[in-house]
């Protein structure tokens, strides 16, 4: 073949086939390999005269170097290309939504007991714990009230044996910590837990709800600071501007005995159905401590006394989240737990 016709049909191959790596390579093996033409004329030269070799042997060098870069160049450009589609193929979008990691959420219940524990350990209270099934003793004994006690109907519940019961209020655990303290130690606790009562399951009651007692027990608390503290308590869970009032009430654990209500956060007092047209919510059950209960559980109610309250978490959760029936706290029903994440 022709020097120049060779040139002419390698830039023709390049210029009009469609070339990837694979016909690259057997394109290049068919100009440039052993057997290729280039190689062939090489060979030839030595049948020419010595004259012709130099000047034919510069110019088929020089077709071989072309053709050659050429090659290279087109390989390097294809190989380039390559890498560039896989990388446009692989690619992340970074702006598409990530994947939703499946979180829990806290039970309501939960929440509230936190928040209260939370507050109250702020005031250094410590956190106690009792057992749900508990003696007759300590769930009523202890706090005044006798075998065959009226007091009893109002919370009745289920019976183990004659003197162990499902407790019937956290208020067990105030007798419980002040037989363990001694009757000469300071008690600041609350008390967060299962209380169960023979109870009629409607919008408001449940078989088994939760309580959170407190107890203060020192040689110069009073009903002023009791006051203070709930007044304290309410505002954290209800709102700033909520103010507390305290109605005359009867526990036989405590003397005085109160029932605490909030102003309603929904009327803010003006009266509404929340708060029965009243302006105020009943929340809880408090009083100073029973003298006897004191000295039944250890304490000299002439050097001692205290303060106590018992108040529902549910009823809590309730009021604060707008939940209008108990039973649904119990329900696990997961579309209302994932609202308080
Ligand atoms: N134990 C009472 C109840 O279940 C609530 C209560 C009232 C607790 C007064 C107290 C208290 O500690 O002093 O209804």
Redesign the pocket.
């Known amino acids: 073949m022709e020097l120049e016709e060779l040139k002419k049909k390698i830039n023709e191959d390049f210029n009009n086939l469609k070339l990837n790596l694979q016909t690259l390579t057997e394109l290049r093996a068919q100009y440039l390999g052993k057997k290729g033409p280039i190689q062939e004329m090489l060979l030839e030269m030595k049948n020419l005269p010595n004259e012709e070799k130099p000047k034919l042997g510069e110019k088929v060098n020089a077709l071989k170097q072309a053709a050659t870069e050429l090659f290279d160049a087109k390989k390097k450009e294809l190989e380039e290309r390559l890498v560039e589609e896989q990388l446009s193929k692989e690619a992340v979008d970074i702006t598409l939504p990530g994947k939703d990691i499946n979180t829990g959420s806290i039970h309501v219940l939960n929440k509230v007991i936190e928040e209260v524990e939370d507050l109250f350990i702020g005031m250094g209270y410590e956190v106690k714990d009792g057992p749900e099934v508990e003696q007759d003793l300590y769930n009523f004994q202890y706090l005044n009230i006798p075998k065959g006690h009226p007091a009893r109907a109002m919370q009745d519940t289920f019976y183990v044996d004659v003197d162990r019961l499902l407790r019937s ?1 956290t ?1 067990a655990v ?1 007798a419980r910590t002040m037989l363990e303290y001694g009757g000469n130690k300071d008690v600041r606790i609350i008390c967060p837990g299962r209380a169960y009562r023979r109870d009629d399951d409607d919008a408001t009651h449940s078989h088994e709800f939760t ?1 959170i ?1 407190g ?1 203060v027990v020192n040689k110069d608390v009073t009903m002023a600071e009791l006051k203070g503290t709930l007044t304290i308590m309410a505002k954290r869970l209800f709102g700033d501007d909520r103010e507390i009032r305290f109605r005359p009430s009867y ?1 036989p ?2 003397e005085p ?1 109160i029932e605490v209500d909030v102003s309603c956060f929904k009327c803010h007092g003006k009266g509404c159905n929340l708060c029965k047209g009243t302006g105020w919510i009943e929340i809880l ?3 100073m401590v029973n003298n006897n209960v004191l000295s039944m559980c250890g304490y000299d109610p002439e050097i001692y006394q205290g303060f ?3 108040v529902g978490a549910e009823r809590i959760a309730m009021l604060k989240y707008g939940i209008d029936d108990i039973r649904s706290l119990y329900a696990n029903d997961l579309r209302q737990n994932k609202q308080f994440k």
Do not use: H, K, N, R
């Open positions: 209020q208020s105030q309580q007692e107890l526990f654990f405590t005995s059950g408090a009083g106590a309250f018992g």
